[in-house]
């Protein structure tokens, strides 16, 4: 037995282990941490604190790598230990504001972009590590992370489900009680601790130098067939699709901003392709992909100043959200990696995660994030809607009555902007309704405000049916949709069993109810009980109106998931097509 555990080499795995904590022991306290706080927030352990440990998860892979970059620099240059301290305190110190950044609103739309851009900006500086060894130094590093990264992926995925398989035996087999919380427990430690040891194994010893890396001008095999034979044929398609899109946008129509996900599309291929191949760039063997850096920066340049125009159009017409953002500086980087591969005719590879840690320490965190640049967006445009309108007095507070006069289409489009900036920040919301004069609280403002009439709140109510949104039911202060009589919002929330919302139209013989079967998309109304009128919520995704079969309802969308054949969560406003009783009228 101890003759077939030895074929393991365990001590020279834990050998290794002790190697890598001796070697990073900040970037395993942190990546511990992570393993902790993530159980912590699966098992709810501190009440009141999900928001403050949710932000600080979410900046633990950031200030991993920004340790680990400490530690890399640290190593090559033969910088002093000061140096090793001081780097290590500022990386905390990035990380502490990061937290603060995303707990003040940790359900923030924006949160996911500045996460995102956050990682970015430390994987390029990450490697840009070796900047000072040389581009092809650089290249070979690059290909190592990546390398690392898709093996840790890899053996951490097949070790987590590997181990939750045999958690699920001993319940099925041998019938032992295995809490749902520890396949959580399991994943965490694996996908923090297990990976960060994993993937650190793998970084070189030593001091690397330009002469001790070998073979930098051979690509492996694979890469080469993978942006030769898949790869460089997207490119061309995608090449030849947007080029005649330009042309019939020329001479034919207008263009419009769907565009800037396929020019997205078709930078991340070509750039990834470029970099992946970059050694061949003056190979006489390889003359596809010589030809292909040559003339890519001349290729890409026309399609750089469309993805401009699209994401400028884009943000005139609507305002800067943390999509928008996010777009914006991709933009930003395609735009500047273009025309560096246009100059330039061998560019330097370490000129583009330049670029990227560049565009990303200005957009990370800070006053020109995804957030405060949405939310001053969303709000000058508001003001000038409202001043515009005429709705404000010259005190700067809403004028009630001018704006319940005011068409749908100019209601809608305030609502739209409120519900961006609550999307955003909801105390930033509620500070812009309270500088019009218009008492919200944080609650009321995420919905109804200003879909309801500017000025009167909604009641959030609960009911043994389900819960919705109260609204008033006179016509001054409800939606003015043509032939409406009454306006209610609904949240409904499709599960394994079916769903009831109950909807009070005012009069008692009219209650109403809202009914959606488990695993479906056709919501049935009810009135006294007995089903008058169904909608069918498959169109919510290509519409916002939908009416309903009998033509009795009209459904408005707020917000929703909704797939061909599944309604996972949906808000709408329901209208009332039906002609009021006598009694209402009068």
């Known amino acids: 037995m101890s003759r077939f555990l030895s074929q393991f080499q365990w001590s020279l795995i834990v050998a290794q282990a002790r190697s890598v904590m001796s070697r990073f022991p900040t970037e395993v306290v942190v990546a511990t941490l992570a393993a902790v706080l993530g159980v912590i927030i699966a098992h709810e352990a501190i009440a009141g604190q999900q928001s403050l440990l949710t932000a600080m998860l979410l900046a633990s892979p950031v200030l991993l790598a920004l340790q680990l970059v400490v530690t890399l620099v640290f190593e090559q240059y033969h910088l002093p230990r000061w140096w090793l301290l001081g780097g290590r305190v500022l990386a905390f110190l990035g990380a502490a504001a990061m937290t603060v950044s995303l707990h003040s609103e940790v359900d923030s739309d924006a949160v996911p972009v500045q996460v995102a851009t956050a990682w970015i900006t430390a994987l390029a500086c990450l490697v840009l590590v070796w900047y000072g060894k040389g581009p092809a130094v650089l290249w070979q590093m690059t290909k190592l992370y990546a390398w690392r990264f898709v093996l840790t992926t890899v053996f951490a995925s097949v070790l987590s489900g590997g181990l939750a398989l045999a958690l699920g035996a001993l319940q099925v087999l041998f019938g032992l009680d295995v ?51 898949v790869l460089l044929p997207l490119v061309i398609v995608f090449t030849v699709i947007l080029y005649a899109y330009a042309i019939k946008v020329a001479f034919f129509s207008n263009l419009e901003g769907s565009v800037a996900g396929y020019i997205v599309a078709l930078g991340i291929i070509s750039i990834s392709a470029w970099v992946m191949t970059w050694p061949l760039r ?33 943000i005139a017409d609507y305002g800067v959200t943390p999509e928008r953002y996010a777009l914006a500086a991709f933009t930003a980087v395609f735009t500047g990696a273009t025309i560096m591969l246009l100059l330039q005719r061998w560019v330097d590879l370490r000129v583009l995660p330049m670029i990227i840690a560049t565009v990303g320490a200005v957009t990370a965190i800070g006053p020109f994030d995804s957030r405060h640049s949405s939310i001053r967006s969303q709000s000058e445009r508001l003001q000038k809607m409202l001043r515009t309108e005429n709705v404000l007095d010259q005190r700067g507070l809403l004028d009630t009555t001018a704006f319940q006069q005011q068409s749908d289409s100019v209601r809608w489009k305030v609502f739209d902007g409120i519900r961006a900036i609550s999307d955003v920040d909801t105390a930033a919301a509620v500070q812009l309704l309270q500088r019009y004069g218009v008492q919200a609280t944080v609650d009321a403002t995420t919905r109804a405000v200003q879909f309801a009439g500017m000025g009167t709140v909604p009641e959030w109510k609960s009911t043994e049916g389900g819960r919705y949104w109260s609204f008033p039911t006179n016509e001054a202060t409800a939606i003015r949709l043509q032939g409406a009589s009454e306006v209610y919002a609904v949240r409904v929330t499709n599960s394994n069993r079916d769903t009831t ?7 008692t013989t009219r209650a109403t109810s809202l009914r959606i079967a488990p695993k479906s998309t056709i919501l049935t109304i009810y009135d006294q009980g007995r089903p008058v009128d169904r909608i069918d919520m498959s169109a919510v995704a290509s519409q916002r109106d939908v009416l309903s079969d009998a033509g009795l309802f009209r459904a408005v969308i707020l917000s929703g998931e909704v797939t061909p054949t599944f309604v996972a969560s949906l808000e709408i406003v329901l209208v009332d097509l039906r002609p009021k009783p006598q009694s209402i009228q009068q």
């Not at 063997?285 to 001349?298: D, E, K, N, P, V």
């Open 501 to 507: 919302v109950v909807i009070p139209l005012g009069d």
């Open 179 to 229: 809490p749902d919380a520890l396949y959580g427990d399991v994943s965490a430690l694996v996908n923090t601790l297990f990976a960060t040891l994993f993937f650190l194994a793998g970084i070189p010893v030593g001091r690397i130098d330009n002469s001790e890396v070998n073979d930098t001008q051979t690509v492996p095999m694979a890469v080469r067939w993978l942006v030769q034979f």
């Open 282 to 314: 003056t190979s006489v063997h390889h003359r596809i992909l010589a030809l292909y850096h040559r003339w890519l920066g001349a290729v890409l340049l026309p399609l750089a100043i469309m993805l401009i125009v699209a994401v400028a159009i884009r």
